[in-house]
């Protein structure tokens, strides 16, 4: 994940990559990195503290429940061999790929709206994303439905790699649909998104929470509580549905019936949400407090990631005749 927007993370971020990663990590040999550099994509021309937003995003992943003795947790820029195969990848992709990528094109129109110009880098940001994957010559890659294409063109780019050296460096990632692919929303009723300011953050207190849920979008025509609301259009339904699933049916069943109003809905949902967050707020305080257990963790995160980083290089610089 990327430490964008200060490198804090929501409760779409949690469901939709954290609690997969987390749930694979007893079974799989994993590598979580935080991914610094990719965020410098979008945001190389604000100057944002990159050092601090990756310590949050790492204090997240620790108090969520990744544990660095079982996946390497690390950034992205500890590791420099990610930017090497990133060079030596970009010298087998054709553009023509880069901009065919449908992400590419909304940021790029987005940006030229906006009288800015696209980066180099935010082109060959797919060529970066391939190399974070194959340079562990990962078999499998935990991701959203949504994100299922991006793995797309690194399988392509690793293809085409080991024909052009005429051996087979890199096996083809497979994109692993997590359980949960669904999308969290956030507030407004949008997808819960750091640039929509609609993001309950695993760092909220429990009154940001409560309030939070509060301002949330429910049934426009449920105005009292005798009003039949509809809980598909409603986040606080949607939201109750992902944090009481034993529940939630009970729950939406009397909001459509009339029998409870959005306030009740509303004030059981944050009790729910704030006593699922609690463990995790609870960790994260430990860790804010103590400095250097996280840059200890980033350190041994780092040094497992460039071991076998490190081992790839060695096979792409053959292959590449480079060395
Ligand atoms: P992003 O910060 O948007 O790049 O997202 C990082 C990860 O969190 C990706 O794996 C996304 O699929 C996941 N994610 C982000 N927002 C949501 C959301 N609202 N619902 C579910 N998953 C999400």
Redesign the pocket.
């Known amino acids: 994940?990327?430490p964008?927007g200060g490198g804090r993370l929501?409760l779409?971020?949690l469901?939709?990559?954290l609690r997969p990663w987390i749930q694979r990590q007893d079974d799989y040999e994993m590598f979580c990195m935080i991914a610094d550099w990719h965020s410098l994509t979008t945001i190389a021309e604000k100057r944002v503290n990159l050092a601090e937003a990756s310590r949050q995003t790492a204090i997240d992943y620790l108090s969520a429940g990744l544990d660095p003795d079982k996946c390497a947790i690390f950034r992205q820029s500890d590791v420099p061999e990610h930017a090497e195969l990133h060079l030596l990848l970009s010298m087998v992709t054709p553009v023509g790929w880069l901009e065919r990528v449908p992400t590419y094109k909304e940021k790029r129109d987005l940006i030229k709206e906006n009288d800015t110009q696209v980066s180099y880098g935010l082109l060959g940001y797919p060529v970066l994303q391939t190399a974070d994957i194959i340079l562990y010559r990962a078999h499998a890659v935990p991701?959203?439905r949504?994100?299922a294409a991006h793995i797309e063109i690194s399988r392509e780019i690793a293809r085409r790699f080991n024909r052009l050296v005429e051996a087979e460096i890199f096996p083809e990632p497979e994109a692993v649909i997590n359980e949960f692919s669904?999308?969290?929303?956030?507030m407004d009723g949008r997808?819960?998104?750091?640039s929509y300011d609609n993001a309950i953050y695993l760092s909220d207190t429990p009154k940001q929470t409560q309030k939070k849920v509060n301002s949330a979008f429910t049934t426009p025509t449920k105005i009292h509580a005798t009003d039949p609301g509809i809980p598909e259009g409603c986040v606080a339904c949607q939201l109750r549905r992902v944090y009481d699933p034993a529940h939630f049916l009970t729950q939406w069943e009397e909001c459509r019936a009339g029998q409870r109003g959005c306030g009740q809905s509303k004030k059981e949902l944050a009790e729910i949400i704030n006593t699922t967050l609690e463990p995790i707020r609870a960790r994260r305080a430990q860790l804010e407090a103590d400095p250097p257990a996280v840059e200890s963790v980033l350190r041994q995160g780092a040094e497992k990631a460039r071991a076998a980083a490190s081992e790839t290089m060695t096979l792409v610089r053959r292959a590449m005749q480079i060395r």
């Open positions: 994940m990327q964008t929501h779409g971020n469901e939709g990559a991701v959203g949504d994100q669904g999308e969290v929303p956030g997808k819960m998104s750091k």
